[in-house]
């Protein structure tokens, strides 16, 4: 089996083909033009730099497309990269497709459906239920296609559902030891607070940021859907509020993007579970890409921190 791009060590030559996942103009030190593009296969990812890129590389080498890639893998400020030696769009003899190149979620469809809808189905305040299951239904095919971020955590084809339905679970743990929690406003929070990210991202493979992610944001965005959705449901009432409050404040804190702090209990919990299911899914995918008594590259959502691998883990 091929060896993807994230077990290559640093020295060795890769000679294979890579998803542009994103690209961007540059100028170097001698006024010459260059590429940096981020080059991904299913095992994760790689800056690279094109040097004296020409207007034609400009217009071949671009987000979505699949090229064929040699280079060597050498590092820049303690972080993998491959210096290319030489780089050309697929051809239909190659016999590859984009979607080979993908990372998808490591749980199928139809289970991450199944586990959101019984989720719904648990919902026992008719309100909170109805605007729910409404989105669900309105998103439901673009929510278990589209990734969780360009970057960071869940960055994959599914990786929004696959996101949302861990929070499920740890959610679930944590009202049998804090019974008092609202489970219905907990699990409509945890379902709704990433939906606007399917209008602030271009799509599921190689996303970019939409002129409404740009300029208005995910958040934002979900909060004026959920009033217009519980206007087309004629719902009233404190539910609406608190899951606009709930979407609003996920973020936490103002300097990470939420215009409010959690003021609810379950919003504080939302947060707190969606903080713990990103920040794991980052280190899990990072300790992957090591050996025992190694650490992992600089880890850039948590701080710039490098996680040690125990010798002793199994």
């Known amino acids: 089996m091929k060896k993807g791009i994230a077990q290559h060590q640093l020295g060795e030559t890769f000679d294979y083909f890579l998803l542009i996942k994103s690209a961007a103009k540059g100028v170097a030190?001698?006024?010459?033009?260059?590429?940096?593009?981020?080059?991904?296969?299913?095992?994760?990812?790689?800056?690279?730099?094109?040097?004296?890129?020409?207007?034609?590389?400009?217009?071949?080498?671009?987000?979505?497309?699949?090229?064929?890639?040699?280079?060597?893998?050498?590092?820049?400020?303690?972080?993998?990269?491959?210096?290319?030696q030489?780089?050309?769009?697929?051809?239909?003899?190659?016999?590859?497709?984009?979607?080979?190149?993908?990372?998808?979620?490591?749980?199928?469809?139809?289970?991450?459906?199944?586990?959101?809808?019984?989720?719904?189905?648990?919902?026992?305040?008719?309100?909170?239920?109805?605007?729910?299951?409404?989105?669900?239904k309105t998103y439901q095919e673009d929510l278990l296609n589209y990734p969780a971020a360009v970057r960071n955590h869940h960055e994959y084809v599914s990786g929004l559902a696959h996101h949302i339905v861990s929070m499920l679970n740890i959610a679930k743990q944590l009202t049998i030891l804090y019974p008092d929690i609202n489970q219905d406003l907990l699990y409509a929070g945890i379902i709704l607070h990433d939906l606007g990210k399917l209008?602030?991202?271009?799509?599921?493979?190689?996303?970019?940021?939409?002129?409404?992610?740009?300029?208005?944001?995910?958040?934002?965005?979900?909060?004026?859907?959920?009033?217009?959705?519980?206007?087309?449901?004629?719902?009233?009432?404190?539910?609406?509020?608190?899951?606009?409050?709930?979407?609003?404040?996920?973020?936490?804190?103002?300097?990470?993007?939420?215009?409010?702090?959690?003021?609810?209990?379950?919003?504080?919990?939302?947060?707190?579970?969606?903080?713990?299911d990103a920040g794991m899914n980052m280190l899990n995918r990072s300790l992957k890409k090591v050996g025992p008594g190694e650490f992992t590259e600089k880890i850039y959502a948590m701080d710039q921190r490098s996680f040690y691998k125990p010798t002793f883990e199994k």
């Open 29 to 84: 030190s001698n006024n010459k033009p260059f590429l940096t593009l981020l080059l991904a296969d299913t095992s994760g990812e790689i800056d690279a730099k094109l040097w004296e890129a020409t207007p034609e590389d400009e217009a071949l080498f671009q987000q979505g497309e699949l090229v064929k890639v040699q280079g060597d893998v050498g590092q820049f400020r303690n972080k993998p990269q491959l210096k290319i």
């Open 86 to 136: 030489s780089i050309r769009p697929v051809q239909p003899t190659d016999g590859v497709q984009a979607t080979d190149f993908i990372a998808k979620a490591p749980v199928n469809k139809e289970d991450l459906m199944e586990r959101l809808t019984e989720a719904i189905f648990e919902m026992k305040n008719p309100s909170i239920q109805r605007i729910t299951r409404h989105f669900l």
């Open 199 to 276: 209008k602030e991202l271009s799509g599921p493979t190689s996303p970019s940021y939409t002129l409404e992610g740009k300029l208005i944001g995910h958040i934002p965005m979900m909060v004026e859907e959920i009033r217009v959705a519980a206007d087309e449901l004629q719902i009233e009432g404190e539910e609406v509020t608190i899951l606009q409050h709930m979407i609003l404040s996920h973020h936490g804190k103002s300097e990470w993007g939420s215009p409010k702090p959690p003021l609810v209990r379950e919003a504080e919990l939302l947060h707190q579970i969606d903080m713990m």
